[in-house]
């Protein structure tokens, strides 16, 4: 079935320091890819999406680049900073664009 | 532009009491709409998903039902609840459409006590 594995947290990181939150998936057909992002308390918000083979969504300085080769859709960021601390969300749709799975969630802590 | 409502914000409930959460999305007609469980610190747990009026998925068989009696109003609901509830209760919306995102309200914690 479709599936998304996520890397698993917590993951903590200095200030300016290089991110990257692997996501690998699993789908049947030509699935869609997302990146979440969510905040103490909060809901999820929409970082950045990808909707074919070699895409790239970007926002905020955060980057990933639909690679269908390897069935991944890698979270980046060059220079991470202290309000990027948040839990991440890698997911996917299918064809349909009925249902959405989401990976288990990756904790990033910035520390100055 | 399209909003999603959720409320309570947060609610503590004693075991065995009724449970109702209520969504609602403004700006959009007929969106797919989702009830998703996070327990502390895991994941997204799809509990029930709409494709219009009456019409209800439920992917975890467990102590709640989802209504959906207007096409942008979407009910959580308990008759008793335990306290394996517990967790934070997120409703979302999407157009239905491929290559569209899924769009999430802020949020409910519920404690059950």
């Known amino acids: 079935g479709d599936s998304v594995t996520q890397m698993e947290g917590p993951v903590t990181l200095s200030e300016e320091a290089f991110l990257t939150i692997n996501c690998t998936y699993t789908a049947t057909g030509y699935p869609s890819l997302f990146w979440y992002v969510q905040y103490p308390g909060e809901g999820l918000q929409l970082l950045l999406k990808?909707?074919?083979?070699?895409d790239k969504g970007s926002n905020k300085g955060f980057e990933a680049t639909y690679r269908k080769e390897t069935t991944s859709f890698h979270l980046e960021k060059g220079s991470v900073q202290v309000s990027d601390s948040a839990v991440y969300f890698c997911a996917l749709s299918v064809n349909t664009g009925n249902q959405f799975y989401f990976g288990t969630g990756t904790s990033l802590t910035v520390i100055p | 532009s399209q909003t999603i409502h959720q409320w309570p914000a947060t609610l503590v409930q004693p075991v065995g009491s009724p449970l109702s959460l209520e969504c609602t999305v403004e700006g959009t007609s007929n969106p797919n709409l989702y009830w998703y469980r996070q327990a502390a610190g895991r994941g997204l747990q799809l509990l029930f998903y709409s494709v219009g009026i009456g019409q209800i998925s439920s992917e975890v068989p467990q102590n709640l039902s989802a209504s959906r009696p207007q096409d942008r109003q979407f009910i959580l609901s308990s008759k008793k609840l335990l306290l394996s509830d517990s967790g934070f209760y997120l409703c979302?919306?999407?157009?239905?459409?491929?290559?569209?995102?899924?769009?999430f309200g802020q949020g409910t914690r519920l404690t059950v006590v």
């Open positions: 990808a909707t074919k083979a070699d």
């Open positions: 979302a919306w999407s157009a239905g459409q491929v290559n569209t995102e899924a769009f």
